[in-house]
T-cell receptor, first 112, second 112 residues
Framework: GDSVTQMEGPVTLSEEAFLTINCTYT??????LFWYVQYPGEGLQLLLK?????DKGSNKGFEATYRKETTSFHLEKGSVQVSDSAVYFC???????????FGGGTRVLVKP | ETGVTQSPTHLIKTRGQQVTLRCSSQ?????VSWYQQALGQGPQFIFQ???????GRGNFPPRFSGLQFPNYSSELNVNALELDDSALYLC???????????FGPGTRLTVL
């Protein structure tokens, strides 16, 4: 079945450091790929998405590129802030599908 | 702000009881999906409703049931609660024909 694998956390960084969170997926066909962010005590917020190979999703300084050849969708940010401390989830949905399949989440802690 | 609301915010029940969780979808969204998020894990798909009909179900027993109303709001009902049902229950809505789901803040259910 479909699956998403994310790097284990927690990832601890200093403010203004570069952030990368690895995400790889297994799915047939051409799924759409997403990153969601969850702040403490809250629901999930859509961060960015990409719907086809080589698409780059971007939002709030975060970027991720849909790599079909490596089945990856790594999240990057060039300079993190304390406010970026959260749990980040990579997810996929199949074309004409109805359910999101999530990775286990990666906790990021940014220290001042 | 996604416009998806859920109630209640928190709920405490005892084993064997029944619970109803509610979700109001974002304006213009006719599809509602429910997810269960256990502590420290990624959300798991429970089921989806589209125009008042169930449109797919995850690996959850029949004691998890749902409804969608003509205004596209939705309920999740869980009978015969078990300790393992303790989790954050997330509702997500989406416009018909798109793959992007927008999440509400969730209901935290504790089963004692």
């Amino acid at each position: 079945g479909d699956s998403v694998t994310q790097m284990e956390g927690p990832v601890t960084l200093s403010e203004e450091a570069f952030l990368t969170i690895n995400c790889t997926y297994t799915a047939t066909g051409y799924p759409s790929l997403f990153w969601y962010v969850q702040y403490p005590g809250e629901g999930l917020q859509l961060l960015l998405k990409a719907t086809k190979a080589d698409d780059k999703g971007s939002n709030k300084g975060f970027e991720a590129t849909y790599r079909k050849e490596t089945t990856s969708f790594h999240l990057e940010k060039g300079s993190v802030q304390v406010s970026d401390s959260a749990v980040y989830f990579c997810a996929l949905i199949k074309a004409a599908g109805n359910k999101l399949t999530f990775g286990g989440g990666t906790r990021v802690l940014v220290k001042p | 702000e996604t416009g998806v609301t859920q109630s209640p915010t928190h709920l405490i029940k005892t084993r064997g009881q029944q619970v109803t969780l509610r979700c109001s979808s974002q304006s213009g969204h006719n599809t509602v999906s429910w997810y269960q998020q256990a502590l420290g894990q990624g959300p798991q798909f429970i089921f989806q409703y589209y125009r008042e009909e169930e449109n797919g179900r995850g690996n959850f027993p029949p004691r998890f049931s749902g409804l969608q109303f003509p205004n596209y709001s939705s309920e999740l009902n869980v009978n015969a609660l078990e300790l393992d049902d303790s989790a954050l229950y997330l509702c997500a809505s989406s416009p018909g024909g798109t793959d992007t789901q927008y999440f509400g803040p969730g209901t935290r259910l504790t089963v004692l």
